[in-house]
């Protein structure tokens, strides 16, 4: 029986949702009785554990090319990352390693050292690195497939990585070392967080056999606000964005077609290119910008809102946004792309065709002026979304206990 399990993921803080989800997971798991510790990469802002002193030296990408050279190294797998990663084997002796975001600033070196040992090695994937070396599967803000299954130079020839051939060249050479069949061999089980990405992985030529589909959980934290909070109450006359401010969300869409629409938007969240969508919108009487809000700021404005829209242009993998809407007992308006679809089904929300922004009216149009049963959202979602049903797929399905 596992009874050790040894998380890796890049940062040790709540950067963002590669960050949290191994938090997250690492707290699920010591609540129910395992031994649960973490390797990651030095950086100011980490949160103490029990072999800090062993994380691997940090890289950056910026900075120059001596910079660039010391990232290069450690995405190939070389330097100290090796050796400090042994000494936490060594000492912790998991039984599963389960790694998170590791590309570039840890490197795969980190399965592949515990595969030769003969650990079971877990691979949840927060993005599409391993079968686009920009990761995201966008190529002038629209999905782009071109290294899926096969060559990796479109990463190159491009300059897919910020418009620079440096830096595109490092992910290229990521790519060439850490390709499928290593990967694959020194992996038991992906575990994806939607079907979508299952099917992707599937497309780009990985082994359906080692791939495992498991939704991410809500924050115990969160998920206990909402729990504590009346979905069914009166709903105010408004419908909210919540998240990141960047192109490939479709917030342009969204702002454009709501400065048309007769309902008030609330728009929460910060990023590129708020200053310019707040300059631009400025006198339109119907949208509010409310900037970066806490946790309980995010429940309060979706637990009052008619409806959550989500309209994103890339391939969403399991969006949190989509989540703490249902869970606060909110339909969405979600686009058809990526996995927000598996989702949403007619009882909790409504899909539209994505860069249309004539569908995208007609959805928010619809969703405003229908009666939702906001308690049988929020039900059914805090019950698919708990961590109690994620630990027991987790535990029983992925880690083998």
């Not at 790694?99 to 090695?121: F, Q, T």
């Not at 002038?140 to 990463?155: A, I, L, M, T, Y």
């Not at 890339?314 to 686009?335: D, F, I, K, Q, R």
Request: charged share 20%.
């Amino acid at each position: 029986m596992a009874s050790r399990i040894l998380l890796v993921n890049k940062f040790y803080y709540p950067r963002g949702g590669d960050c949290i989800v191994t938090l997250n997971t690492e707290a699920m798991l010591r609540d129910c009785g395992l031994e649960a510790d973490v390797f990651a990469m030095e950086y100011p802002e980490n949160l103490n554990a029990r072999y800090k002193s062993l994380f691997a030296s940090e890289v950056s990408f910026g900075g120059g090319m001596g910079n660039l050279l010391r990232a290069l190294k450690r995405t190939m797998g070389l330097g100290d990352v090796k050796e400090r990663f042994e000494a936490v084997l060594d000492e912790f002796k998991p039984d599963v390693v389960h790694l998170h975001n590791i590309h570039s600033y840890l490197s795969p070196v980190v399965g592949e050292l515990a595969h030769k040992r003969g650990i079971r090695v877990v691979w949840t994937l927060h993005d599409y690195k391993l079968l686009c070396p920009r990761y995201d599967c966008l190529r002038d803000d629209k999905p782009c497939e071109k290294c899926f299954g096969g060559s990796k130079v479109h990463v190159l020839t491009n300059k897919c990585m910020k418009g620079s051939l440096p830096a595109s060249g490092v992910a290229w050479l990521e790519a060439l070392k850490w390709n499928r069949a290593t990967l694959e061999r020194n992996t038991d089980v992906f575990v994806c967080p939607s079907e979508f990405m299952a099917s992707k992985m599937r497309q780009g030529g990985f082994d359906p056999g080692k791939i495992k589909v498991l939704n991410n959980f809500l924050d115990p934290v969160k998920l206990k606000i909402y729990q504590n909070t009346e979905s069914n109450a009166q709903r105010q006359d408004y419908y909210c964005y919540v998240g990141r401010l960047s192109q490939e969300k479709g917030v342009t869409d969204m702002l454009e077609a709501a400065s048309r629409l007769p309902y008030q938007l609330k728009v929460a969240g910060g990023g590129p290119l708020e200053a310019e969508l707040r300059e631009k919108y400025a006198r339109c009487p119907n949208i509010e910008f409310l900037g970066m809000l806490d946790a309980q700021g995010v429940v309060n404005v979706l637990t009052a809102a008619k409806l959550s829209v989500i309209p994103s242009q890339w391939y969403e993998n399991n969006p949190l946004s989509v989540v703490e809407s249902l869970c606060a007992g909110t339909p969405v308006a979600g686009s058809q792309i990526g996995g927000i679809p598996e989702l949403i089904d007619s009882s909790n929300g409504v899909t539209f065709q994505p860069f249309n922004q004539k569908a995208l009216s007609t959805a928010i149009t619809m969703s405003m002026t229908r009666d939702w049963n906001h308690a049988r959202i929020a039900r059914q979602a805090l019950d698919r979304f708990s961590a109690s049903n994620h630990l027991k797929t987790l535990l029983h399905d992925i880690y083998n206990v």
